[in-house]
């Protein structure tokens, strides 16, 4: 049966005298993950994973993704009509080198220019005008297309108290007018949903699991504006907002607020939207910088490192509570990878000032670790026995910030030789990255080798980053900080103390197995002497790593010390948590590797 939903696109197409049209995985924003509202890819396609590009051509379409979700996607798209293109791989176009093919003289190419990126939108321009063709950049498909699409979010907006971000707003908005130094005549423009909420101390629920609302914020040297809805603000922080002074307009009002002319507009193309962008190069001279909201977040205050400290104790004892449940749980011969997930969702929502979790927790048995993004349904999920592994990635919302953990480990019976050497080579990765000493200029891309190395060795490999920035009670991959193999396309960015990055090295055998073990890191100062500064990592995740699982044939000595310390420190942070079985437990658990 054919996809009906593509063909009615494709209808659509030859009516609107479109020749191909491209479609992004995002919002107004450019936001990684999005409300229900956006999500027309998931609707066209089936696939659900966070990042692809779809092209379609009146007769084929094609979708493109990354290697967190080949397995998947080649699942979810089967008989989707929906051709997979494995990004990065030998012999595949980028959607933009296809498109550039397919594109000839007097074509048409149709974006959503409200769902595309002023950088995405430029280079798509340019590609059309070099092939003499026409970019139609206000192709609304899903409006004329989404039956039943889902409402805009409108949910209300809460004020992160001062006690948890550590710095005021009022302050946080001198900084930017410092940093900015606008004259009279210009103006800055931001995008960036999380940068919004960090700016304003301001937090949301629009988009699950990420603690933002939909909105933008402009600036004059005198004036700052937040365009939103208003009826997602209570009156004290309608009030609030007046004191800082924060003026309030209407989200959608957002295109027709500008009625003067500026010298220069600043902003960011990789977060501002393609159609915001063309209205504002009307208003003034469009410069764009990096969003300098973006490097203040991800450089964490006293506050936030000592709260995040404390969030991660809450989520170790969640975590110590969920793998004693499960050893006994996997016994019944009655559990299965949704309803393990579903516990373990439910042990964290106990802990203090949980909000929610902070991405749908991955729960993959046996061969399903293998799918790196993996999302147990209900209706398909696997049963799980007391044999065999489980890969559980997983994190929560907190006022006292955001966590994100993984560990893979034994439900019983004998663990195989091939997954224990994996295993202990993941674990190799993890150690050794988490316990980096680098002169102070370094980026991920100059220490991503040490999580890879034994795996390198070995001639294996996992595709997908090391390490990704975690926010503050607000998006668990929160940018510019990364650790990878590849320079980022939107550069490096250089490690600088009190950031947060994630460790996760993996290995990934199809059928088979999945391994990952990610801890979170804080940079952190290590020295200063003739030869420079240093800095190195703190490990903030306090949750045991499966000595079931090792091969410590394969761990030299030093790594045996990182391993029994780290196990020390996970200790220490939780037993005052944790009741006397627990803790007997953990002890259990936690004993040195010799």
Request: hydrophobic share 40%; glycine share 6%.
């Amino acid at each position: 049966m054919k996809n009906q939903r593509l063909l009615a696109l494709q209808n659509e197409m030859k009516q609107e005298q479109i020749d191909v049209c491209l479609i992004c995985s995002t919002d107004p924003h450019n936001s990684e993950y999005i409300s229900d509202h956006f999500k027309y890819r998931d609707y066209l396609t089936g696939f659900t994973g966070s990042a692809a590009t779809v092209v379609v051509t009146t007769e084929e379409a094609f979708l493109w993704t990354d290697g967190r979700y080949f397995l998947q996607a080649a699942a979810q798209l089967a008989d989707s009509g929906v051709q997979l293109q494995k990004s990065g791989e030998k012999g595949v176009p980028t959607p933009e080198e296809f498109v550039s093919s397919y594109l000839k003289e007097g074509m048409v190419l149709g974006i959503n220019g409200s769902c595309v990126s002023a950088a995405e939108g430029k280079s798509l321009a340019e590609i059309a005008a070099k092939k003499k063709a026409v970019l139609k950049a206000d192709f609304d498909y899903a409006a004329r297309l989404w039956q039943d699409r889902p409402a805009k979010p409108a949910r209300p907006i809460f004020l992160l108290e001062e006690r948890y971000a550590g710095q005021s707003a009022a302050e946080k908005l001198q900084q930017l007018k410092e940093a900015l130094q606008l004259s009279a005549k210009d103006a800055y423009f931001l995008s960036a949903l999380d940068s919004i909420a960090w700016l304003l101390n301001l937090r949301g629920s629009d988009i699950d699991y990420n603690p933002v609302f939909y909105s933008y914020f402009y600036m004059e040297p005198d004036r700052s504006v937040l365009f939103v809805n208003p009826a997602q603000l209570s009156e004290d922080l309608k009030a609030y907002l007046a004191a800082l002074p924060v003026e309030i307009c209407d989200y959608d009002a957002v295109c027709t607020f500008f009625t003067k002319q500026y010298e220069k507009i600043y902003c960011d193309e990789n977060s501002i939207n393609y159609a915001v962008c063309s209205y504002l190069k009307e208003k003034g001279e469009l410069v764009f910088i990096d969003d300098p909201v973006s490097l203040q977040k991800a450089v964490k205050n006293k506050t936030e490192i000592e709260n995040l400290r404390h969030a991660n104790c809450l989520d170790g004892a969640a975590m110590v509570r969920f793998l004693r449940w499960i050893e006994e749980a996997a016994k019944t011969g009655n559990l299965d990878e949704y309803q393990a997930g579903q516990t373990l969702d439910s042990i964290r929502a106990k802990s203090d000032d949980f909000l929610e979790i902070s991405f749908s927790t991955i729960c993959g048995y046996q061969e399903n670790g293998a799918i790196i993004h993996y999302s147990a349904e209900k209706e398909s999920a696997k049963p799980i026995a007391a044999t065999g592994t489980l890969l559980v990635d997983s994190g929560g919302q907190y006022l006292y910030g955001t966590t994100d953990v993984t560990r893979t480990f034994s439900l019983g019976g004998e663990v195989s030789e091939a997954f224990k050497n994996d295993f202990t080579l993941v674990l190799k990765g993890t150690l050794h990255l988490q316990n980096a000493v680098f002169p102070e200029g370094c980026s991920g891309v100059n220490l991503d080798i040490l999580a890879r190395e034994a795996l390198w060795q070995a001639h294996k490999d996992y595709n997908h980053g090391t390490g990704h920035g975690i926010g503050y009670c607000l998006n668990v991959h929160e940018g510019p900080v990364n650790i990878n193999k590849r320079i980022p396309k939107n550069g490096v960015c250089v490690l600088r103390p009190g950031m947060i990055t994630s460790d996760e090295p993996g290995i990934y055998i199809e059928n088979a197995y999945g391994i990952r073990t990610e801890n979170m890191l804080l940079c952190k100062k290590i020295c200063e002497n003739a030869f420079g500064t240093f800095l190195g990592f703190e490990p903030l995740t306090y949750v045991p790593i499966d000595l079931r699982c090792i091969n410590p044939s394969l761990l030299n000595e030093q790594e045996k010390i990182w391993l029994n310390d780290y196990h020390k420190l996970v200790y220490e942070k939780l037993s005052p948590l944790l009741n006397e079985e627990e803790k007997d437990w953990l002890k259990e658990n936690t004993k040195a590797v010799l």
